[in-house]
């Protein structure tokens, strides 16, 4: 059964190379091999009645339907040599014909005549082009407004003994039969549309997952990209904080220096005396060893997670801009609070402080290009630590000039910046609003009035850092 049905199929399959074309081919091929099928069945009938019937037969001659068999073989032959559109158009010519020939025979108003007229319209708008459809029309309406007017004014004689005779089975099947092939002409249109719609669904539904996927792909590596080049900034950024303080720096390590090189240089007093010297020096030498350690954390790379104080960091913060504050004459505030633990990168936490203080004393600082100068009388940045249940909460807020309204939506933007003459390249706020949101998983949220100064709450959640360090 397989192979019976295989090899039918390869008797219709269509050749033709894009899909319209295919699905009319197709179609025709069906068409042709039900009607070579019928044709075949119809010439031993007509054969087997005209010897029955003798010189009263009245029907076609099976000369006529013998030769119409023949044609639809060569067309179905032509149709798969390649010649699909060629074999169409004969197809139809074939059934107009025919159906001129008998509306001429037997009378415009024969009802084969008029369903045959119709078959060949259905032909045409399914196997042709759709503008080819008014086209047979036409010729159709020309033909049977010719062949009545011919009829009526008798320059040619029907055929009319049919109208005396009522019908029989012979031709209630015939006009079933038409009606039948114009039906399933119809449902294998309608049905190969629906199979390409579907295959176009199909693919657009494929082509726009795909597409998505693309996107989804790009925007994933765009994201890369820029944390990436983000990381890039920041690093920069650390540096070139780093060297705008530096001379603060060198001048905090040259104190201790000094303090170390004095007191242990004195060596001629009472043995009291010396021993406060070596505490003196040592002091200074411990002061060093923080400053140091507080710089290097700022130039680090490296990420550890752990356990760290807050206090600690938030101090070496304040040794390291202790310089920059006292050269602008601005008072860094700290209350201490050594208890207040958490778990995570101790130098991502240094540098959200770092930055955060580092723009309050800027803020202090000679005017913005819009704003005036804050009063020399009190100048000062100050840092607070709230533990709640569940969170802690860090606020660093100044008296500087404040941030204009219209600039509150861009200031966590990368390189935005409301400082003038080259103070600020606008990756502070930027880098440390990331730092906040995915390093710790907590918000900064900034409030300012123009004049009276700017605040920064940064709220980072425990129970995070707990599940971490649990982990």
Request: charge should be positive; include cysteine.
């Amino acid at each position: 059964m397989k192979r019976i049905t295989s090899f039918l199929y390869r008797l219709i399959e269509p050749r033709s190379k894009t899909d319209d074309l295919r699905r009319r081919e197709f179609i025709f091929n069906i068409i042709l091999s039900a009607l070579i099928v019928l044709l075949i069945f119809a010439n031993v009938a007509t054969l087997a009645e005209s010897i029955l019937l003798g010189s009263s037969y009245r029907g076609l001659s099976p000369l006529i339907t013998l030769v119409i068999l023949f044609a639809f073989l060569s067309f179905f032959y032509l149709s798969r040599r390649g010649y699909f559109n060629l074999s169409s158009y004969l197809l139809i010519a074939i059934f107009f014909t025919l159906a001129a020939f008998m509306s001429y025979t037997w009378g415009v108003d024969l009802v084969a005549s008029l369903l045959f007229y119709a078959l060949t319209i259905v032909l045409t708008g399914i196997l042709l082009n759709k503008r080819y459809i008014f086209i047979n029309s036409l010729a159709v309406g020309s033909m049977l407004v010719i062949t009545a007017y011919l009829q009526a004014t008798s320059r040619i004689t029907a055929e009319r003994y049919w109208t005396l005779e009522t019908w029989g089975i012979a031709e209630t099947s015939a006009a079933i039969i038409i009606f039948f092939v114009i039906a399933t002409i119809t449902w294998l249109s309608n049905r190969e549309i629906e199979k390409s719609i579907f295959k176009l669904r199909k693919s657009e539904a494929e082509l726009k997952e795909e597409r998505d996927s693309l996107e989804i792909k790009v925007d994933q590596r765009t994201k890369e990209l820029k944390e990436t080049q983000a990381e890039k900034m920041t690093q920069l950024y650390r540096f070139a904080e780093f060297g705008r303080i530096s001379s603060g720096l060198f001048h905090d390590l040259i104190n201790p220096l000094n303090a170390v090189s004095l007191n242990l240089g004195k060596t001629d007093g009472t043995a009291e005396e010396t021993k406060q010297c070596v505490g003196n020096a040592v002091r200074a030498a411990k002061k060093l060893e923080d400053l140091v350690a507080a710089v290097r954390k700022q130039l680090a790379r490296e990420e550890t997670k752990a356990l760290f104080l807050l206090e600690q960091e938030i101090q070496h913060v304040i040794e390291v801009l202790a310089h920059k504050a006292q050269k602008a004459n601005v008072e860094l505030r700290f209350a201490p609070r050594s208890d207040i633990r958490m778990f995570g990168d101790a130098i991502k936490f240094n540098q959200i402080v770092l930055n955060l203080v580092a723009n309050g004393i800027d803020a202090c600082m000679p005017p913005t290009a819009e704003l005036v100068p804050v009063s020399l009388a009190d100048r000062w940045v100050q840092i607070s630590l709230v533990e709640e249940p569940e969170i802690i909460i860090m606020i660093v807020e100044d008296n500087g000039v404040g941030i204009p309204e219209h600039h509150m939506s861009k200031i966590f933007e990368p390189f935005f910046t409301t400082k003038i003459n080259g103070q600020g390249i606008g990756i502070g706020l930027s880098m440390a609003k990331r730092i906040v949101e995915k390093d710790f998983g907590g918000a900064i949220i900034a409030k300012s009035e123009a004049g009276r100064g700017s605040s920064f709450k940064v709220s980072l959640p425990m129970r995070k850092q707990v599940t971490e360090y649990a982990a």
